[in-house]
């Protein structure tokens, strides 16, 4: 029996070099991309698991196995080149796309290829030489084509044998044209007798050998099975783990792949609307086994009480474009980077561990501050659910007689924010682009952020009070060039020393011109008696670096921050926050908090009833938040991937050594974390705060 199962191995393996040997073109083909993939997994640093290079190997393998079934070479190569081609189209676009956001493509961006012109605006630094390699094998069959035409072609040759035995340039243009001299009428017809013939017999041979398949049916057999059985080793993936990994892409393409994560992506596309909720009523349910989990085990006592100490205030919330939290307080070459935040943040309340709860765009961010609820894909919960009944930080502050309005200077259609803002959240007055024309002074093809806040500053003069609006700066978006600032040098203080020219020294730069602009913002509304009576909420959008981008990394160490990649996960969504509220000055808090935090103190701190939220005080004394991708995030500790790790370390955290309690804790915030996530997909794709009867009820249970 054993020799038997034995010779069957041999066999197969036989089969297996005999079929490589055999099908020399496709074994090439294949390797090639394999080896396009190595470098895809280099551009976007990923570094794959164990079993990726066998998956991927498999896939490539099985993508390019319809070039088996022609004999004929040409008809070979090009399906070869075709299938390849579209492979290639894919790695490239993802390449740039992750260059541009730090992202993969994914079909809910469909309804954002209209915003291609953003992308378009910073193609020059997307594109980089080593892109190139993914086509290359295209060019060295181009030119290989050229030449081997050119050397099999008669008059090619006549012509190559007249330039090397000709004497004057005359003679070469002499006997050139009597190659092409016209030949007789008899030789002409002879001629053509001769190609209709040639033609014919041609036709018959290929019609014999079209459809016919390789003589390796076994070959292909075994191809197909090892392939198959590495989409199924890639495919059988528990769902609540595919849940997390599908949130954390580069983990998901890390271990099925870039061609895994489109297949998960288009799966989760078509299924966007399956909700594990489906009324109010489990949404309190499941709220309340949240609380039993980790709010009645949490300290709930606060650092100061806000409530009402802003009644009638006037509001404005600041988003600033990618100001992360690693560069306040920082300095570079003696030079403070971000001096005007630095003293807003001291001068008031200063939030040191303020986490961005997605990893997507400026709008995802806006969708979390507003309605206190995570984000779904890259801006999709803008794109598919701008007509949903929301109770947000605008619309509800309207019911007690604030003026609302929204201010940004793009596109009114840019993130959907017209419906949103305009018809859904139902703003008094919608301030974009046209409303701040003319653009005088332009900064990365935006309005520059000092000019925007002049502006702003006029508008807000003429609005009723109190007033509440959403503010939305921009000039220090990637690819954070902001050429076109007039007095460029006076304005920008911050030297990058050795990061100068690469994307690190131009976000730098960028930052610190964005914080010139907001230093200006502060002395416009006081000249205008609009800073002492308001409060202003100030916080970055997401992450501004690729998670491991080497100059940031170099930074970071040389400035002392502890640096593991554990240490660069929570970086990517540790953002710039501070508030000021009249009557609260001086006070850092460095317990981590999130933006889904930000409605519910607000509300409270002005007097406005909440509805529903999912965030928390800020000024509550709890040691936890969530962050989208299924991570949580504590004053010691983050879970990312579903492991538990420790911040200062690294390292991978020994329940063993814990406290009992603490690993229940722990546990415990795994579990309400998922519900919670669960709850705010459940509301926002299945519209379950348009029952306004339901949602008092909510409102009563849960005062």
Aim: aromatic fraction near 14%; proline fraction near 3%.
């Amino acid at each position: 029996m054993k020799n038997r199962l034995k010779n069957m191995i041999k066999k197969i393996i036989e089969n297996i070099e005999d079929f490589f040997i055999k099908e020399k073109i496709y074994s090439m083909m294949v390797l090639v991309e394999c080896l396009k993939m190595v470098l895809f997994y280099l551009c976007v640093n990923i570094f794959p698991d164990y079993v990726t290079p066998y998956i991927t190997v498999t896939v490539v393998a099985l993508l390019l196995s319809p070039m088996l079934y022609f004999k004929n070479k040409k008809t070979k190569i090009g399906i070869g080149l075709g299938i390849t081609l579209l492979i290639n189209i894919l790695l490239v676009s993802n390449v740039i796309y992750f260059e541009y956001s730090n992202n993969f493509l994914s079909l809910f961006q469909i309804s954002n290829a209209k915003y291609g012109k953003e992308i378009m605006n910073s193609l020059d630094s997307l594109i980089k030489i080593e892109q190139v390699f993914f086509f290359i094998d295209y060019i060295m069959y181009a030119v290989y084509y050229i030449f081997y035409a050119l050397y099999k072609n008669k008059y090619c040759k006549k012509i190559f044998k007249i330039i090397t035995k000709a004497k004057t340039f005359k003679e070469i243009i002499a006997n050139i044209k009597k190659i092409f001299r016209k030949k007789t009428n008899v030789n002409k017809a002879k001629n053509i007798s001769e190609k209709k013939e040639n033609k014919l017999k041609n036709k018959k041979e290929r019609k014999k050998k079209r459809g016919k398949y390789t003589k390796s049916p076994k070959g292909i057999l075994c191809i197909s099975l090892i392939g198959i059985s590495g989409v199924i080793v890639s495919l059988t993936t528990p769902e609540e783990l595919l849940k997390v990994k599908f949130w954390s892409k580069p983990t998901l393409i890390a271990q099925s792949t870039i061609f895994g994560y489109h297949y998960f992506d288009a799966i989760s596309f078509f299924s966007k609307n399956k909700a594990d909720y489906n009324d109010i009523d489990e949404i309190e349910e499941a709220n309340t086994q949240i609380n039993e989990l980790v709010k009645k085990n949490t300290e709930v006592s606060k650092y100061i009480e806000v409530k009402n100490i802003a009644k009638d205030k006037n509001v404005i919330l600041l988003q600033l474009e990618a100001i992360q939290n690693f560069i306040i307080n920082k300095s570079i070459d003696g030079t403070e980077i971000t001096p005007n935040l630095n003293k807003f943040f001291a001068e008031n309340v200063h939030f040191t561990n303020m986490h961005a709860q997605g990893l997507g765009s400026t709008a995802d961010s806006e969708h979390t501050v507003l309605n206190s609820l995570y984000p779904l894909e890259n801006g999709s919960v803008y794109q598919f659910y701008a007509a949903n009944r929301w109770y947000n930080i605008l619309n509800e502050p309207k019911k007690s007689g604030y003026y609302t309005s929204f201010m940004h200077a793009n596109n009114r259609g840019f993130w959907n924010r017209y419906n949103v803002y305009s018809k859904s959240v139902g703003v008094d007055v919608f301030e974009e682009k046209e409303q701040f024309e003319p653009l005088e002074e332009l900064a990365n093809h935006w309005l520059s952020d000092e000019k925007f806040y002049i502006k702003a500053t006029d508008k807000l003069l003429s609005y009723k009070q109190p007033f509440l609006t959403n503010m939305v700066a921009v000039s220090s978006h990637y690819p954070f060039d902001i050429t076109g600032i007039e007095n460029e040098n006076e304005k920008v203080k911050v030297n990058p020393g050795k990061y100068t020219g690469t994307l690190f020294g131009n976000y730098l730069r960028a930052a610190n011109y964005a914080d010139y602009a907001f230093g200006k913002f502060i002395e416009e509304l006081k000249a205008k008696n609009l800073y002492d009576d308001t409060v202003i909420i100030v916080y970055g959008d997401h992450y501004a670096m690729n998670l491991e981008d080497p100059e940031m990394i170099d930074y970071m160490q040389s400035i002392g921050q502890p640096f593991n990649k554990i240490e660069l996960k929570h970086n990517q969504t540790n953002v710039a926050c501070g508030i000021k509220v009249p009557g609260i000055s001086n006070m850092q808090i460095d317990n981590p908090v999130g933006k889904t935090d930000i409605k519910p103190t607000l509300f409270n701190m002005i007097g406005v009833e909440d509805k529903f939220s999912l965030g928390k005080d800020l000024f509550a004394k709890t040691d936890y938040t969530y962050i989208s991708n299924y991570s949580i995030i504590t004053s010691k500790y983050m879970y990312s991937d579903g492991i538990w790790y420790e911040l200062e370390t690294g390292a991978e955290l020994d329940f063993t050594k814990l406290p009992e309690d603490e690993v229940k804790l722990l546990n415990n915030h795994v579990e309400a974390m998922k519900k919670e996530i669960a709850i705010s997909e459940s509301i926002i794709k299945k519209n379950l705060l348009a029952d306004e009867a339901k949602v008092e009820q909510y409102y009563l249970n849960n005062k």
